[in-house]
C-alpha cells in the first residue's frame, strides 16, 4: 500500500501527518470513550502510540508505516511530537498523557464496565504475573481473561493457532500489547480481523505498572523530557534510538514545514 492509500484510509475525525505518519488530532477523553466502546461492542480495531522514534521507523519503512497509518487510532503520549505537530501544522499542541496512565485510565474504564482485558507482553512470566497482580491490586473488580508473555523469537504456526484459540475462548474485548515498537504495531496489524476486540500498543506502561522500572516524575513528561529520564536509565539499550532518531526528527521536520511554506507562497 502507498502512502497516498494509506492517507484516503484516514478516520473520521481531524489528523496530521508528522513525515508521512498519521497522528490524530482527538483528546484524551474523546479517545478513551470511543476506544471504550469499541471494546464493548467487541470490534475489532487497534491504537498506536507512537513517539519520535516510531515516526523516524514509519519515515524509513514504508511497510511500517501502512500499519500505523491504517490503524483504528494513532494517538501520541510524546509532548515533542505533539509540539512538533502544533509547530508544523498550526495547532493548539494536544495535551499528552503518559502510555502508563493511559493503560490505567483504559483498566479503570474495563473494570467499570465491565470489559475483560488481555495483557500480551512482558519481559517474560515473571514480569507479566507482577503487572496482573498490580494491576488486580489498583482494580481489584478488574477482569484479567488472558495473559501471554511471548517469547522473542517468531510465534510457529502451531503456537500462533494456539494463542489465537485461548484469546478469543478467554472473551477479552480490550487488549493491551507491551511487545515493544515496532513488534507491537506488527502484531496488532497482523491480526486485525482475527482478534475480535480492542488493541493498543502501550510498550514500556507493562514495566512501569508491574514496577519493573521506574516511572518518570509528571514535570518532566511535560517538559518533553522523558527521552532524557529513559536514557539516563538504561543508556546502552536507548542510546542508539535518540541520537539517531531525535536529530534526523527535528532537521526532516524543520525541512518538510520550509518546504510545505514555500508551495504555498
Same mark, same amino acid.
Given at each position: 500500500m502507498t502512502v497516498q492509500t494509506a492517507?484516503?484510509?484516514?478516520?473520521r475525525f481531524d489528523h496530521h501527518f508528522m513525515l508521512g505518519m498519521r497522528l490524530d488530532y482527538i483528546s484524551t477523553d474523546r479517545f478513551v470513550e470511543e476506544f471504550t466502546a469499541a471494546?464493548?461492542?467487541?470490534?475489532?480495531?487497534?491504537?498506536?502510540?507512537?513517539?519520535?522514534?516510531?515516526? /523516524?521507523?514509519?519515515?524509513?519503512?514504508?511497510?511500517? *508505516?501502512?500499519?500505523?497509518?491504517?490503524?483504528?487510532?494513532?494517538?501520541?503520549?510524546?509532548?515533542?511530537?505533539?509540539?512538533?505537530r502544533a509547530l508544523r501544522h498550526g495547532v493548539p499542541a494536544m495535551p499528552t498523557q503518559l502510555g502508563s496512565e493511559l493503560m490505567r485510565t483504559l483498566c479503570a474504564q474495563a473494570?467499570?464496565?465491565r470489559i475483560p482485558i488481555a495483557l500480551i507482553g512482558g519481559r517474560d512470566e515473571e514480569a507479566l504475573a507482577l503487572l496482573q497482580s498490580r494491576l488486580i491490586e489498583d482494580y481489584p473488580a478488574l477482569r484479567i481473561a488472558y495473559g501471554y508473555s511471548p517469547?522473542?523469537?517468531?510465534?510457529?504456526?502451531?503456537?500462533?493457532?494456539? /494463542?489465537?484459540?485461548?484469546?478469543?475462548?478467554?472473551?477479552? *474485548?480490550?487488549?493491551?500489547?507491551?511487545?515493544?515498537?515496532?513488534?507491537q504495531e506488527q502484531w496488532m496489524g497482523r491480526y486485525k480481523g482475527r482478534v475480535r476486540a480492542a488493541m493498543i500498543g502501550v510498550g514500556a506502561a507493562f514495566d512501569t505498572i508491574a514496577g519493573v522500572v521506574r516511572s518518570s516524575?509528571?514535570?518532566?513528561?511535560?517538559?518533553?523530557?522523558?527521552?532524557?529520564f529513559r536514557l539516563v536509565r538504561e543508556p546502552r539499550r536507548l542510546y542508539r534510538r535518540y541520537f539517531g532518531s531525535a536529530p534526523r526528527f527535528v532537521l526532516?521536520?524543520?525541512a518538510d514545514g520550509l518546504r510545505a511554506a514555500?508551495?504555498?507562497g
Open positions: 492517507e484516503a484510509a484516514a478516520p471494546a464493548r461492542s467487541g470490534v475489532s480495531a487497534y491504537c498506536c502510540v507512537p513517539d519520535v522514534h516510531q515516526c /523516524m521507523i514509519c519515515h524509513d519503512q514504508p511497510s511500517h *508505516r501502512d500499519i500505523v497509518n491504517n490503524a483504528d487510532y494513532v494517538v501520541s503520549d510524546s509532548t515533542i511530537l505533539q509540539t512538533a473494570e467499570r464496565q517469547p522473542f523469537r517468531p510465534l510457529t504456526p502451531a503456537e500462533e493457532d494456539r /494463542m489465537l484459540l485461548d484469546l478469543a475462548t478467554s472473551g477479552a *474485548r480490550m487488549v493491551f500489547v507491551g511487545i515493544g515498537c515496532p513488534k516524575p509528571a514535570f518532566v513528561h511535560r517538559l518533553g523530557l522523558e527521552w532524557l526532516l521536520t524543520v514555500f508551495q504555498r
